[in-house]
């Protein structure tokens, strides 16, 4: 585990930085040292170490102000700090700290048993957290391929993800839809009547149509897919949705259901000529489609005739025709 782990540590007393170094080192890691915040700030800039033991006290600068400037790049959010000590830190300093981005403290003295612990435990987290950054990638990396909408939801069903699909289906950006409630965007329905809280199954699937809200007011027909995640204690911890525009499949359901409004008695299988195209009706009677119909719907018919058989009847004129389009 150690080998892949890089290790900066950043200490003003020589003989506290060549004991860490050593002990650090022996256990496997890679190490680079500094006694000043001005050639660790470098280090971090050249190298980007996994973790840094940073002591708190340090000529010109404090540990906490250095971690403040290591975390204020985005590049570094992903850095472990541990700020060390050799006098017991207050709370309120260690809030100050934990708030300008440190990650945990060590008060020393301490034994070189216990700093190994300590350093091999944050090892642990960092490996943990890089592997769900791997893994974050990689779905993120697979819901941008696919064609469906993709959000994650947290327990509040606030928007914490979602891929490009989705952001064209209700036609707002990334940072316009992060972080705001999916009830807002849903049109007359909440979360709460689409997903059950209290569900116990961790594979449960919520599966429905509704409707949601575009950014330019318009109704959006879409169905959804609902995976539940439960936390350790059963208890909903996140949802993950997959959304598809169905509003062209409601347009035409719509329009199928309103012809059978129109035409109640409409069979539901017509059998016609495979030559001459008339249809037979309930007594066997063969008639022409005109005759058919006309007894159904309201539509008059009109008589035309299509340009394949154009071609069939009058070859002709057809040719003509078309020397003359060209």
């Known amino acids: 585990m150690a080998k892949d782990i890089n290790i900066l540590i950043v200490d003003d007393d020589p003989e506290i930085l060549l004991s860490t170094s050593k002990v650090v080192q ?3 890691y890679r190490v680079r040292k500094t006694t000043n915040g001005e050639d660790a700030l470098k280090i971090v800039k050249e190298s980007f170490p ?7 006290i340090l000529q010109n600068t404090t540990g906490i102000k250095l971690c403040q ?6 590049k570094n959010q992903n850095i472990l700090i541990i700020i060390s000590s ?3 830190i207050a709370s309120k300093d260690q809030a100050e700290g934990l708030e300008s981005g440190a990650d945990g403290y060590i008060t020393r003295p301490i034994s070189n048993r216990e700093l190994l612990a300590r350093v091999n435990s944050f090892a642990r987290i960092y490996k943990a957290e890089r592997m769900l950054r791997k893994s974050e990638k990689k779905y993120r990396k697979i819901t941008e391929n696919i064609a469906e909408g993709v959000i994650t939801l947290d327990r509040n069903f606030e928007i914490k993800y979602s891929n490009s699909v989705f952001y064209d289906i209700v036609g707002y950006s990334e940072k316009e839809l992060l972080g705001i409630n999916f009830n807002k965007i849903l049109n007359n329905q909440g979360c709460d009547s689409l997903i059950d809280k209290d569900v116990s199954d961790q594979n449960a699937i919520c599966r429905c149509e509704t409707q949601l809200k575009h950014k330019k007011g318009k109704i959006i027909d879409v169905g959804l897919t609902f995976s539940i995640v439960l ?6 911890e996140r949802v993950i949705g997959i959304v598809r525009d169905i509003s062209e499949i409601v347009r035409i359901r ?3 259901e309103d012809l059978l409004e129109k035409v109640p008695d409409i069979e539901d299988f017509i059998v016609i000529c495979a030559n001459c195209k008339n249809i037979r009706t309930d007594n066997d009677k063969w008639i022409t489609p005109e005759e058919y119909f006309a007894n159904k719907i ?6 035309g005739i299509c340009p394949n058989c154009i071609e069939k009847l009058y070859p002709e ?8 389009e060209k």
């Open 26 to 28: 022996k256990a496997g």
């Open 50 to 56: 996994d973790i840094i033991l940073l002591d708190n």
């Open 69 to 74: 400037k290591i975390k204020s790049d985005p």
């Open 86 to 88: 050799g006098t017991k």
């Open 231 to 236: 936390d350790d204690n059963g208890d909903l």
């Open 254 to 256: 719509e329009k199928y």
């Open 298 to 303: 309201d539509s008059q018919f009109s008589h």
């Open 317 to 324: 004129y057809w040719k003509r025709k078309q020397e003359k």
